[in-house]
């Protein structure tokens, strides 16, 4: 049990960082999501704080989105909180949860049941996020048939393919292009029945029907809706009487006109343990794939998102960073910056590339493709047709000297290693004068186009 003074210190933090929330992310998004949530236990020994939602759903759609930003709050109001654990609270978990696997069997954990509700042109009840638009989705040469396709399905006129499977790899966009879906429809068709749940969703809905012998109504109200959007399909797979009434409820809502979007990381050919027929029905519409976004979408977005945040000035060269280096999904480098202007607003830092790299060492590591510096001097000196000697000698002849600091600077951008390290592979050369020269070649991009032009074409030659 915790203490009733350290009770009352954690919910005086609590409230601190609640209210900051509000702020950042808007009333509507905190009175949905962080405003139901309740302190739970911290544990000194492992420094984990627990927070609790109501609903499994909640739990994982706050873990999934805010637990980095909610981490972060807490590590800096409280030195001692080292990790934040989101989950559903312990008195809430009645119902079980169905295992995918090849038994499937069922086992304790999915939180209270939430009852199929349809989502109303106001979206007062549609569970949809209301950021994930389409005014808020990024479009590119990576995703412009899946969002062309996208805003077919949810105009007024019958769409000339059904259902539409959105395809493309985690982190992606395939569930923004759902909600986005899901808002644009019910705009357009006022009082239109809209559904969006995932398919592990389905799949409890499936089994609470089942045992409480509620079938007759379970198929009914799925059947009601004017759009059904089922997000993550690669998992209705190993239980054949789910993937029976979804084929059910596929050919229900063809038959009846309405409309069927599904979004899954892999093409329908390659779900495992789905059965042919639905692996038929899945494909009988359009299936529209998102590639992973290229480093001009990722500039996109991040300018895009840079919006939100009024007077936070992030410096061209940290834009520039983060959208080279996390480079695996979309959800990733949103959150990377999402992560770096809240600590820098939070403890009152200015952005810079080296609060960058400090501030996001995971996931930089993860996304970096491991570029040596021996790598970047051979390719700097092929660019410039300089000697690789030149690297690390004592020369100061302009035209020697210019490559050396561009590829100085390369390395610092695109290699983990520090200010010392890169000068012991410049001639042993001291850190300030590395430091010199990111600093000059960072200033030269935005006042030179030709020195812009050489390390963009730099960049993609060590890149690709």
Known sequence: MIEDQEALDLAADWADISQGLKKDLGPQLHAQWIKPIQLGSFCKETGTLDLFLPTEFSANWVADRFADRLSLAWKIARSEVRQVRVTVHPRRRSLPELRIGAEAAIQPRIAAHQAMSPVMADGALSGLDPSLTFAEFVPGTANVLAVNAAQRMAAIETPQFSPLYLK?????????LLHAI??????NKPGARIFYCSAERFMIEFVQAMRSNEMIEFKSRLRGFDMLLVDDIQFIIGKSSTQEEFLHTIDALMSAGKRLVVAADRAPQALDGVEQRLLSRLSMGLVADIQPADIELRRKILE?????????????????????????NVRELVGGLNKLIAYAQLTGQPVSLQLAEEQLTDILSANRRRITIDEIQRTVCQFYRVDRTEMASKRRARAVVRPRQVA?????????????????????????????????????????ADMDGDVRSLLRQLED
Request: aromatic share 8%; no cysteine.
């Open 304 to 328: 895009h998102r840079l919006a939100r945040f009024g007077n936070t000035q992030v410096p061209s060269d940290v834009v520039e960073f983060l959208g080279r280096t996390i480079n695996r």
């Open 168 to 176: 493309g790899s985690t982190g992606q966009g395939k569930t923004h």
């Open 182 to 187: 899901g808002h644009a429809f019910a705009a």
């Open 408 to 448: 100085m600077y390369l390395a610092k951008v695109l290699t983990p290693r520090s200010y010392p390290e890169i000068g012991r592979k410049f001639g042993g050369r001291d850190h300030s004068t590395v430091i010199h020269a990111v600093r000059l070649i960072e200033d030269l991009r935005t006042r030179d």
